[in-house]
Structures are given as C-alpha cells and as structure tokens.
C-alpha cells in the first residue's frame, strides 16, 4: 500500500526549544574502577598520543566480564538472552572471514563463542540500524541497506528457541535465500511494542515502510509512503497506535497517528500530529517512549553538534516541551578545541550520543546511552529534572587490530575528520582526510539492561558482557 502524505495542512508543529541544564553530574567511581582522566566523556589528545587510551581504556563502577572481538561490529547490534548478533557493514561481506550476522554465545560469558553466521541477504547486505530483536517474540530482524539507504531484503530469525543457532522464518524452501520486498529507502528499522508490525525508515526521500510481521514466515508490506523529507529512527507507542520519527535536519521529532497501520486499514494513512525541533543538535537519532509518574514521555538523542540526549514531555502531544538535555562535559560548547584536537583523525563521529536504551519503560530508573568515542555511559534518571551519571565504560583503541576488523563501521569509515561536529566550527586541527588513527572506539548501539549486567557492542572491541560494580545498579 502506498501512500504520499505532505507535512502541510494536517500537523501542528510545537516551537523549537531547547530549555533546561544540560549539565549531568560525573559519575563517583568505586574501588577497582580506571577513570578518565580529562572531561568527562573525553579522551584527551594526551593520551592517545601516548598510547594509554589504547591499554585497557577506562571504566567506572563497571566491569568487563566477557569479550568477542572478532571481525569487529557494524554500528547496531542486538542481544537475546546470552547471546548477541553484531551488525554488518555492506563491505564485510567481500572482505571478511565470517560473512554476515555473527553470532556469539556469551553463555560462558569469560569465554564467549561464536556459534553462527547468518547469511540471508538481509543480513549480508550492511544492516545498518535495522538489527533489532522483539525481546517477548524472541524474533531477530533487519532489512539489507546497502550504502546507507535501500531495502530489498528483510529477514527474520527465531531466537527464543536457541538464540546462539537461530533459524530462518522466511526462507524460501529451506535455504539462506528470501524472497525481495517492496521497502524504498531503509536505514532504520524496528518492531511495534506488540511485535505484530516492524517499521522501516529511509534517510532520503522521507520513507516509511510497515511490515506485517504477523506470520513471520510470510511477512508482507501492509504501508508504505512517502511523508516528509528525511527520517532517521524512531519509537513506537505501547498500542501501536503513534510512531515518533527522528528527524535529520532540524534536529527534533514529528509525532505521527499510526492507527491505520496499527488496525490494519484498507487504505491506511500516517496522519502528523505534531511536531518538535531544536538548535542545538543535529541529525535526531531515534527515539523512545516511556512514562514516569504516569506521563508520557521521550528520549531523544542527536547523532551530530553535541546535541546529547533530550527528555521529553508529550502528555499533551500536540505541544510537546523539552523537559531537560543531557550532555557530557566534552559535549558543552566551550569545549569544542579540545574536541577538535581529540578527534580530529578518528573517522566522522565525535563524542556524539547515539542509541540508548531504558532499563524499563515505566518509571525507569536509568538510561544507558553509546556515546561513540565516550563509551558507554549509563545515567540515573529517577529524577527527570536531575539526571547523574553513575557508570560509564569506553573500551581501549584497537589501532593494532586494525586488520583484523572487517566488519568494523569505524575501520571501514574514509573520513578522518569529525563531520559530526562541524556546526560547532570543528573539521578536525587541520581537516584530515585519511585511514582513520583508531585511538578510541566508537560505541553507538544500544546497551541492553539484563538484571546488574549489561550487554553492548562497539565497532573495534566487539560484543562486551559488563556488569555493575560499587553498587552502582541496580538502583531502588
């Protein structure tokens, strides 16, 4: 079914804001902890010159307590259970030694092994931010995305079974191969709460598919349409009934009424409720609904400027409002020279925050983030108006790994200066063009909360188990 639907006439758009403190305070890190030894979320010039960013990195009330490196990660990864898939960037799939989806069994978390490759064209086509389990369903999912923006393929794998052995659903006759859809555009990709629809977004063109994931053995396109310009991720309402959609420029988020799609329409139609946007990011990422005392919110970040993260309130969806930003002191603008000369030949993203995930979606009470070159950085917001952080953990640089890495975003990225920040005036010192130095990691997929463990992936160190030292989580 498709549908072209302009943003004109239906949407009522909120005014941009950008209210609130943005400042989090540091993390108290407990004994046995590595910390950073700069701003936080930053590793200084200093040390990666002198090779200490690159010996055991730094970390704060969390451990490691597993790693599978292998051939390294593409941008999102998902986890199941012990186990954990690592996303594919298109090129691996000529260059690398294990093609496609790697599979990795952390059931012995010191020794995690990897089990499978998956290699359905979904899964050897560059996965971008399509890989993404329906946790309830136990179903693994993604869309092939090429170079940054396509969809041919879609694939799903049951997990729950045996999450380290997943099995096709959608195969034709058995074999490694599905059938091609109907998905313009792709870039982003994930599943309704009820695990019934799982959506696709195009970075080009304002694309948005749905696919009816009923029957995951014959999955089929029940809406696809072209509403507005660009989109990026995205988060969808407990009942299915809005989708909330990053938007790349302006930074911020339009709140679209999903109910035709939900209820299976005959001629379904995405209807825009409202809008939001901001200054002081770029490049939404996506987002995620919650509630907290009983009021919707979400949680958006922003893939470029330093934007952060952002909370906000849409009890009244119609206007929705910045409750508060959140941003690591390596993110605030008096400090965007010494961002310049940290990052100023380790690839396009900065200390950008990227996914982040809640450890419940009522009344959470912490939000991790992958905060690229930052690590992992976890926050206590029981308290909406005065988010803390209380962990973080960033992985050394693997510039001595480097040829063992190809399936790394990182590795495979040609750009040595931080484009992600060049709204802030920082193209690298000088602009650099060239193999990138890999002096810190970057960590962009989404943490996942598994009782005091937390499971991550990023793209040079690979699938990480850590767990929470110092008492740091869970929090009462």
Not at 219 to 233: D, I
Request: proline fraction near 7%; aromatic fraction near 8%; hydrophobic fraction near 40%.
């Amino acid at each position: 079914m498709l549908a072209v639907v302009p943003l004109t006439g239906l949407p009522v758009s909120a005014s941009a804001a950008g209210s609130g403190d943005s400042d989090v305070a540091r993390a108290v890190c407990g004994p046995g902890s590595a910390p950073e030894t700069g701003l936080q979320g930053q590793v200084p010039l200093a040390d990666r010159r002198s090779g200490r960013s690159q010996q055991g990195g730094y970390h704060c009330n969390l451990d490691l307590l597993g790693q599978f490196q292998g051939q390294g990660q593409a941008t999102i990864g998902a986890s199941y259970g012990h186990c954990q898939y690592l996303g594919t960037v298109v090129t691996s799939t000529l260059l690398a030694k294990h093609r496609g989806v790697n599979v990795v069994d952390f059931s012995d978390p010191a020794n995690p092994k990897l089990t499978a490759s998956l290699a359905s064209p979904a899964m050897l086509g560059g996965t971008w931010e399509t890989l993404k389990v329906h946790q309830e369903r136990g179903l693994l999912a993604a869309v092939s995305v090429g170079a940054g923006n396509g969809g041919i393929f879609f694939s799903v794998y049951d997990v729950k079974t045996d999450c380290a052995r997943p099995r096709l659903l959608n195969s034709v006759a058995g074999t490694d191969l599905t059938l091609p859809m109907f998905i313009p555009g792709g870039h982003e990709g994930g599943w309704a709460p009820d695990g019934r629809t799982y959506w696709v977004t195009g970075v080009v063109g304002g694309t948005i598919t749905a696919i009816d994931v009923v029957n995951p053995a014959r999955p089929r396109v029940v809406y696809s349409g072209v509403v507005g310009l660009t989109h990026h991720g995205f988060g969808v309402s407990n009942d299915g009934n809005r989708i909330y959609v990053a938007s790349i420029a302006p930074a911020g988020i339009t709140v679209f009424d999903s109910s035709d799609i939900q209820r299976r329409a005959l001629f379904p139609m995405l209807r825009q409720v409202s809008s939001l946007s901001w200054t002081d990011g770029l490049i939404s990422q996506h987002v995620i609904p919650f509630t907290s005392g009983g009021r919707p919110h979400l949680v958006v970040e922003d893939e470029f400027a330093s934007g952060g993260v952002r909370i906000v309130d849409i009890a009244d969806e119609r206007a929705p409002r910045i409750v508060r930003r959140l941003k690591l002191e390596i993110n605030r603008p008096e400090n965007v020279s010494a961002r310049a000369a940290d990052t100023a030949s380790n690839g396009i993203f900065g200390y950008e925050a990227h996914y982040c995930s809640l450890d419940r979606p009522t009344d959470p009470t912490a939000l991790a983030c992958g905060w690229t070159q930052s690590g992992i950085r976890v926050f206590d917001v029981r308290d909406l108006n005065r988010p803390k952080e209380i962990a973080y953990f960033n992985p050394p640089g693997q510039a001595a790994r480097r040829g063992q890495l190809a399936n790394s975003a990182h590795v495979t990225s040609t750009l040595g200066s931080p484009v992600s920040d060049f709204v802030n005036g920082n193209f690298g010192t000088p602009p650099y063009v060239g193999i990138v130095d890999l002096t810190a990691d970057w960590c962009m997929s989404p943490p996942r909360f598994d009782g005091n463990k937390l499971w991550v992936a990023c793209d040079d160190n690979g699938a990480l188990a850590l767990r929470f030292a110092n008492g740091a989580y869970p929090l009462s």
